[in-house]
C-alpha cells in the first residue's frame, strides 16, 4: 500500500470517529512527548522517536524496564527517580516508576510547556478488546487525556522478524492528520498494526472495542515446600464475526479505537434514577 493511500484513508477514518477543535498551526514544530512500557531501550520507542523527530521535538520519559500489564497502576509509595540524557538534540528521561506515572511527571515537573501529542508505544504485541483494561500502553495515553491532551496509543501484533517501522510510518500520518482536525479532549485513540510488510496492510479501520471477556488460564503446581502457586497464561480471542477491532486486525488491517476518559453509563444512571432503594431518599 502507496504512501499516499495511507493518507488518504486516515482523512476519511478521521471525520467518523473526532470531533473538531482548534487546528494547531501549520508553521508551528510539533511538540511531541512518548513513553511506553516495555521500557526505555525497546526497538518501538526508538522507531517512534526516530519517526516522529522528523516532524517535531521529541522529549521521551519511558521506565527502565519492562512494566507491561501494569495497567493505569500509579508509583506513590517510593521516591520516583528521573536520570536525564540528551540523544540526537532531543531529552530523554529514565523515570523509575509506573507509565502512568512517568506521563505525569513529564507533563507535571519534566517539560517546561504542555506538548501538542502524547504518543505511547509501540508496544510489543496487541492490546485489543477488554485487555486493553490491563495495558499500560493504553494507561498511559488515557493519562494525557486526563489533562485534555490528545494521546495515542499504538500496538504491532508480535511475532518473528517484529517491523516497527510501518507502525511508525502510519502513526506519522495519523498525527499529521489530526493536526488539522484536533480530536475531542477526554479522547484518546488505541492503534493495532498487524505484523505484515507494509504493502501486505488492508488499509485502515475505525473500529468499536471487542467486548469479550479476555481468555486466561491458571495452571496449578506446588513447589518442593509445599507452598501451593499458580502461573498465568493466557490466549487471544479468534476473530469472531463481528467487526471489531479483534476481527479487523486479524483480517490484515490496521484499527483505530477511539476511548474516551468519561465512563458514566448515561442510560444506565436515568434507569438508576427511578430505583427505590430501601427508605433513602434521592
Known amino acids: 500500500m502507496k504512501r499516499k ?20 498551526s501549520s508553521q508551528t514544530p510539533l511538540k511531541i ?26 522529549t521521551v520519559a519511558a521506565p527502565p524496564q519492562n512494566m507491561s500489564g501494569a495497567s493505569h497502576s500509579v508509583t506513590s509509595q517510593d521516591p520516583i527517580f528521573v536520570t536525564e540524557s540528551e540523544k540526537n538534540g532531543s531529552k530523554w528521561y529514565v523515570v523509575k516508576a509506573t507509565p502512568a506515572s512517568c506521563i505525569r ?17 509501540i508496544n510489543r504485541g496487541e492490546n485489543m478488546g477488554t485487555v486493553t483494561f490491563y495495558s499500560a500502553t493504553n494507561s498511559a ?17 508480535r511475532g518473528q522478524n517484529m ?24 479522547t484518546f485513540l488505541n492503534v493495532n498494526v498487524p505484523n ?16 469479550r471477556a479476555p481468555i486466561e488460564f491458571y495452571e496449578k503446581g506446588v513447589n518442593p515446600s509445599g507452598q501451593v502457586y499458580y502461573w498465568n497464561s493466557y490466549k487471544h480471542h479468534e476473530p469472531g464475526t463481528d467487526k471489531t477491532d479483534v476481527w479487523a486486525l486479524r483480517n490484515g488491517y490496521i484499527t483505530i479505537t477511539p476511548f474516551q476518559i468519561d465512563q458514566t453509563d448515561r ?5 438508576l434514577e427511578s430505583l427505590k432503594i430501601g427508605g433513602w431518599k434521592k
Open 5 to 24: 493511500t495511507y493518507a488518504l484513508v486516515i482523512l476519511n477514518v478521521i471525520l467518523l470517529i473526532l470531533v473538531g477543535g482548534v487546528p494547531l
Open 33 to 58: 512527548l512518548i513513553s511506553n512500557d516495555d521500557g526505555i531501550d525497546a526497538p518501538g520507542i526508538a522507531a517512534l522517536f526516530e519517526h516522529l523527530s522528523r516532524i517535531g521535538t521529541v
Open 105 to 121: 511527571l513529564a507533563l507535571e515537573s519534566l517539560l517546561k510547556e504542555p506538548p501538542d501529542f502524547v504518543i505511547t508505544g
Open 141 to 157: 495515553a488515557r493519562e494525557a487525556a486526563f489533562k485534555g491532551i490528545p494521546a495515542i496509543a499504538v500496538n504491532l501484533v
Open 163 to 186: 517491523d516497527y517501522g510501518p507502525a511508525a510510518e502510519f502513526i506519522v500520518d495519523l498525527v499529521r492528520a489530526l493536526k488539522d482536525k484536533p480530536m475531542k479532549p477526554g
Open 196 to 211: 505484515l510488510p507494509k504493502d501486505q496492510i488492508k488499509g485502515v479501520m475505525v473500529a468499536p472495542q471487542d467486548l
Open 267 to 271: 442510560g444506565e444512571a436515568k434507569a
